[in-house]
């Protein structure tokens, strides 16, 4: 059979979904299809978004896009990870770096080892000292990973903090170049074949109707193509993450530049606070059930560390995921496809998972419905990896000071999720459910950070001379120690023109 190609695509949005859409399509099918992108200044993006994980850089350097420009246009600095206050209990502080706690020993994954040295030694330093990310960030420092000397220099990776609206306008800059259109308007019909429900052309307001074959939803929350026109239908998860609303205020920067995004528990949800080279992101995640906007705005405030630069902005939102993120002619990409909350930066990443995965199973006009559903199998197990790590964080909690923790505590959680915690718990061991989402380090890190302290190891683990094991941990800890001893402060990195050079 032959193919007939797909010759005009039309997306729907232009926030952060709709350019990172865009900007591949457009880089990938020049001259094939053209690519249209419609969006209403009136209606206007979400504009929060702000902190990535280090699959980011993949997705730009997939662009051709240079780190120097791309961090100096977006007001960028890097992220070594989260450091997490007051989750699990009050007073508990841990990192979630992105990086490993070491090599493999013996073929055992580090944490195996430590766990039995933690038994042999009384007074064991805490795994996350073995975590080069974690002690760069504890002393604020940073440099790019080193490849060509493995070893500590190439154990962690960096995402970026960066101006969310100016990542949009690099990425718009980016696609029209390659031939996108830009289409400002605001869409108020959309038409569709009175056989096939397929969507043949959007309507605009003052008339103009936009015509194609494949159209990409990347309309925000409400879900303009894929809820609106065909009806797809959303998996509410209100009550395993009850947050359900955000208020989101800039402030002046502190005088040094921390690399890592900070998140701090509150009463009724989170605090979180994103570096940036001009201003510092700051917003409060709550659930409006356990506490009131004003009451929220107050803790907002208070946690700030410099003047606040603006009135705090309300966001409303439904924890969830559209049910089919790909229905006939449509795919959608973004808040339209689902939203699982910001507490570990995942909405861009799965905004590249499904930009890469429409890329790979891109179609012809037939819309075999096979690659449909391929697509959403993939995103339907991205979203709910991306939701039990995330419950993870709330569940395994030891606050009992409000009713929201005591809610969280006690509310039923997914089976995939409770067999995680549990295979931890009683063994040490991890298991990963999705190839593409958090590594076994992130899940160490979670877990034993909040508390979940493991009853076994790896019975092979004891089979390694105990006093060689010791003395490697050791030997490692001043490794790290030493290397980031020599490494600029990350506020100087950044602002040394030099400092922000090309990814290893
Ligand atoms: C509080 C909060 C914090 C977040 N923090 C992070 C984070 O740190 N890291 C992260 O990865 N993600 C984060 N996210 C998620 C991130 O903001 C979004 O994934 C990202 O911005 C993508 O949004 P979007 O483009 O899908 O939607 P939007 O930004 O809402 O864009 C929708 C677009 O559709 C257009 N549109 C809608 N209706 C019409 C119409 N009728 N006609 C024409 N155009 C229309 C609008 O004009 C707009 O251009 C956060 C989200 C929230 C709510």
Same mark, same amino acid.
């Given at each position: 059979?032959?193919?007939?190609?797909?010759?005009?695509?039309?997306?729907?949005?232009?926030?952060?979904?709709?350019?990172?859409?865009?900007?591949?399509?457009?880089?990938?099918?020049?001259?094939?299809?053209?690519?249209?992108?419609?969006?209403?200044?009136?209606?206007?993006?979400?504009?929060?978004?702000?902190?990535?994980?280090?699959?980011?850089?993949?997705?730009?350097? !997939?662009?051709? @896009?240079?780190?120097?420009?791309?961090?100096?246009?977006?007001?960028?600095?890097?992220?070594?990870?989260?450091?997490?206050?007051?989750?699990?209990?009050?007073?508990?502080?841990?990192?979630?770096?992105?990086?490993?706690?070491?090599?493999?020993?013996?073929?055992?994954?580090?944490?195996?080892?430590?766990?039995? /040295?933690?038994?042999?030694?009384?007074?064991?330093?805490?795994?996350?000292?073995?975590?080069?990310?974690?002690?760069?960030?504890?002393?604020?420092?940073?440099?790019?990973?080193?490849?060509?000397?493995?070893?500590?220099?190439?154990?962690?990776?960096?995402?970026?903090?960066?101006?969310?609206?100016?990542?949009?306008?690099?990425?718009?800059?980016?696609?029209?170049?390659?031939?996108?259109?830009?289409?400002?308007?605001?869409?108020?019909?959309?038409?569709?074949?009175?056989?096939?429900?397929?969507?043949?052309?959007?309507?605009?307001?003052?008339?103009?109707?936009?015509?194609?074959?494949?159209? @990409?939803?990347?309309?925000?929350?409400?879900?303009?193509?894929?809820?609106?026109?065909?009806?797809?239908?959303?998996?509410?998860?209100?009550?395993?993450?009850?947050?359900?609303? =955000?208020?989101? %205020?800039?402030?002046?920067?502190?005088?040094?530049?921390?690399?890592?995004?900070?998140?701090?528990?509150?009463?009724?949800?989170?605090?979180?606070?994103?570096? /940036?080279?001009?201003?510092?992101?700051?917003?409060?995640?709550?659930?409006?059930?356990?506490?009131?906007? *004003?009451?929220?705005?107050?803790?907002?405030?208070?946690? /700030?560390?410099?003047?606040?630069?603006?009135?705090?902005?309300?966001?409303?939102?439904?924890?969830? &995921?559209?049910?089919?993120?790909?229905?006939?002619?449509?795919?959608?990409?973004?808040?339209?496809?689902?939203?699982?909350?910001?507490?570990?930066?995942?909405?861009?990443?799965?905004?590249?998972? =499904? %930009?890469?995965?429409?890329?790979?199973?891109?179609? *012809?006009?037939?819309?075999?419905?096979?690659?449909?559903?391929?697509?959403?199998?993939?995103?339907? /197990?991205?979203?709910?990896?991306?939701?039990?790590?995330?419950?993870?964080?709330?569940?395994?909690? =030891?606050?009992?000071?409000?009713?929201?923790?005591?809610?969280?505590?006690?509310?039923?959680?997914?089976?995939?999720?409770?067999?995680? @915690?549990?295979?931890? &718990?009683?063994?040490?061991?991890?298991?990963?459910?999705?190839?593409?989402?958090?590594?076994?380090?992130?899940? %160490?890190?979670?877990?034993?950070?909040?508390?979940?302290?493991?009853?076994?190891?790896?019975?092979?683990? *004891?089979?390694?001379?105990?006093?060689?094991?010791?003395?490697?941990?050791?030997?490692?800890?001043?490794?790290?120690?030493?290397?980031?001893?020599?490494?600029?402060?990350?506020?100087?990195?950044?602002?040394?023109? !030099?400092?922000?050079?090309?990814? !290893?």
């Amino acid at each position: 059979m032959d193919n007939t190609p797909i010759r005009r695509i039309v997306i729907v949005g232009g926030g952060t979904a709709g350019w990172m859409a865009a900007a591949p399509l457009a880089q990938r099918l020049a001259g094939q299809a053209s690519v249209t992108l419609v969006e209403s200044p009136e209606i206007g993006t979400i504009g929060v978004g702000e902190a990535t994980l280090p699959t980011n850089r993949f997705y730009n350097a !997939a662009l051709g @896009i240079d780190q120097d420009d791309f961090v100096a246009r977006t007001r960028a600095t890097y992220k070594l990870g989260i450091e997490f206050k007051d989750w699990g209990h009050v007073g508990n502080r841990f990192f979630h770096g992105f990086g490993d706690f070491g090599p493999a020993l013996a073929g055992r994954t580090p944490h195996m080892h430590w766990l039995r /040295l933690a038994r042999a030694f009384e007074h064991m330093p805490a795994l996350e000292n073995w975590s080069m990310p974690s002690i760069m960030a504890r002393e604020l420092k940073f440099v790019l990973p080193n490849k060509s000397q493995p070893g500590v220099s190439d154990s962690f990776s960096y995402g970026f903090h960066f101006d969310a609206g100016l990542y949009a306008a690099y990425l718009r800059d980016y696609a029209l170049k390659r031939g996108a259109q830009r289409v400002e308007g605001m869409i108020v019909g959309v038409e569709q074949h009175p056989d096939t429900g397929f969507i043949t052309a959007v309507r605009l307001r003052d008339g103009r109707r936009i015509e194609g074959e494949l159209f @990409i939803d990347c309309s925000g929350f409400r879900g303009l193509l894929i809820e609106d026109a065909l009806h797809a239908g959303y998996d509410d998860w209100s009550a395993q993450l009850p947050c359900n609303s =955000a208020l989101a %205020v800039p402030c002046a920067s502190a005088p040094r530049l921390t690399p890592y995004t900070r998140s701090t528990a509150k009463e009724a949800g989170w605090l979180w606070r994103i570096p /940036l080279q001009h201003r510092t992101g700051n917003g409060h995640v709550y659930s409006s059930g356990f506490t009131s906007d *004003d009451q929220a705005r107050d803790t907002l405030l208070q946690g /700030l560390d410099g003047a606040a630069l603006d009135e705090p902005r309300q966001l409303r939102f439904v924890t969830g &995921r559209r049910r089919k993120s790909w229905v006939k002619n449509c795919v959608a990409i973004g808040l339209s496809a689902g939203f699982v909350e910001p507490l570990e930066s995942t909405s861009i990443n799965l905004i590249e998972t =499904a %930009v890469g995965k429409l890329v790979e199973l891109f179609p *012809d006009r037939d819309f075999r419905p096979e690659l449909a559903d391929e697509f959403n199998r993939v995103m339907a /197990l991205r979203y709910e990896s991306v939701r039990d790590f995330i419950v993870m964080h709330y569940k395994l909690t =030891a606050r009992a000071d409000s009713e929201f923790w005591r809610y969280c505590a006690a509310m039923p959680i997914p089976d995939s999720l409770r067999h995680q @915690i549990d295979l931890f &718990r009683e063994t040490g061991r991890i298991t990963i459910l999705d190839p593409e989402g958090f590594a076994e380090p992130s899940f %160490v890190a979670m877990l034993m950070g909040l508390g979940v302290v493991p009853k076994r190891y790896d019975p092979l683990a *004891d089979g390694d001379d105990l006093r060689q094991v010791h003395g490697h941990f050791a030997g490692l800890r001043e490794m790290i120690a030493a290397a980031v001893a020599k490494m600029p402060d990350h506020g100087d990195f950044v602002r040394t023109p !030099a400092g922000t050079g090309k990814a !290893a």
